[in-house]
C-alpha cells in the first residue's frame, strides 16, 4: 500500500522510468514479447504477483518520465485516487492493472500502454488527462523512441495483434491545448507504421465509448488548484473526487520534508 505521499523532486539524474518504477520480470515475463517480435498472452502473473498493490491518494510532481511506469509486466495493480502534475502513467506488458479515478495533469509524456498482452485485463476509467505540449519531453524506451507528444491523450506502442488492446478504456475525461482528441498508435512491428485517431474513429473501435473530450472546469489550475467546479462535465463520466489538500506528512507528527532541509542547509 503506497498511500497518502507527496512525492516530488525525482529523476533528476535519470530516465527512462518515472518517481515510482516497478520492475516486473516474474516468472512469467517474456523478453521476446517485450523487446523482440512474440505477441502472446501475459501468462499465470497472479502465481507471483499473489498480493494486489495499491498506489493511492498520492501526490507526484515532477517534469520528467513516464510517470507512474508499472514496466516489464509488473502485475496486478490498483493505481487510483493520485494527483499527478507533470506526468502521467504507463504500463508495460504485464496484467491485471486498473488505473481509475486520477488525475494526471500536463504529463511530460501521455499515458501510455507499451507492448500489451493479448486478452489482458488492464483497465483505464474515470480518469481525468489533460496535455500541454508546452510541457513536453519526449522518453526514449530502450527499443523505440516516440518524440514528442504534442497533445496526444494516448499512446499506445505495440498493442496486442489480437483482440482488444486493453479489457476497458472509459468514461474518461480528456483535454489539452491543441483542442481535439488524438490518440497514436505504433503497431507491432516496432517502427512499422503510426495511426493517429480522432475522439469518432477511437469509439468506433470500441474503445471510450462513454468519454468525453471538454474542459474539466477545474476551479484555478492556474494556482494548483484541482477541485472541480460542480458543473464540471467530469461528473457525467462518472469521476469522484477526492481529498487533494491532504497530501504527505501529518504536520503534527514532526517537522515536514522543507523544514528539515532547511534545518540541515542552517
Known amino acids: 500500500m503506497i498511500e497518502g505521499n507527496d512525492i516530488h523532486d525525482t529523476t533528476l539524474e535519470t530516465g527512462d ?16 514479447h517485450g523487446h523482440g517480435p ?4 501475459a501468462g499465470a ?9 495499491f498506489i493511492r491518494g498520492n501526490r507526484f510532481v515532477d517534469d520528467r518520465g513516464w510517470g507512474i511506469d508499472l514496466d516489464d509486466g509488473a502485475s496486478n495493480y490498483v493505481i487510483e485516487e493520485n494527483l499527478t502534475i507533470g506526468i502521467s502513467v504507463k504500463l508495460r506488458e504485464g496484467d491485471w492493472r486498473t488505473v481509475r479515478n486520477n488525475i494526471f495533469i500536463n504529463g511530460a509524456n501521455s499515458p501510455c500502454f507499451h507492448m500489451g498482452n493479448i486478452d489482458n485485463h488492464d483497465r ?21 523512441s516516440k518524440g514528442k507528444s504534442g497533445g496526444r491523450v494516448y499512446e499506445l506502442i505495440s498493442p496486442p ?20 482528441f488524438v490518440a497514436r498508435v505504433y503497431p ?24 468525453v ?5 477545474f476551479q484555478d489550475a492556474a494556482k494548483g488548484d484541482f477541485r472541480l467546479n460542480q458543473d464540471s462535465p467530469a461528473f457525467d463520466v ?9 497530501f504527505g506528512p501529518d504536520p503534527s507528527q514532526g517537522k515536514s520534508w522543507e523544514q528539515k532541509e532547511n534545518q540541515n542547509h542552517e
Open 238 to 246: 462518472g469521476f469522484a473526487p477526492f481529498p487533494l489538500d491532504e
Open 213 to 217: 473530450f471538454a474542459d474539466p472546469c
Open 45 to 53: 502473473v497472479l502465481d507471483d504477483a499473489l498480493e494486489t498493490t
Open 188 to 211: 507491432r512491428p516496432i517502427r512499422s507504421a503510426v495511426f493517429d485517431y480522432g475522439l469518432e474513429q477511437w469509439q468506433a473501435m470500441g474503445y471510450d465509448t462513454h468519454s
Open 161 to 180: 495483434v489480437t483482440g482488444r488492446w486493453l479489457e476497458t478504456m472509459d468514461n474518461n475525461l480528456f483535454w489539452n491545448d491543441i483542442g481535439h
Open 124 to 144: 483505464f476509467e474515470r480518469n481525468i488527462i489533460v496535455m500541454n505540449t508546452g510541457h513536453d519531453i519526449p522518453e526514449t524506451d530502450v527499443n523505440f
Open 17 to 32: 522510468h518515472g518517481p515510482f518504477n516497478a520492475w516486473g520480470r516474474d516468472s512469467m515475463w517474456c523478453h521476446e
Open 38 to 41: 512474440a505477441c502472446h498472452g
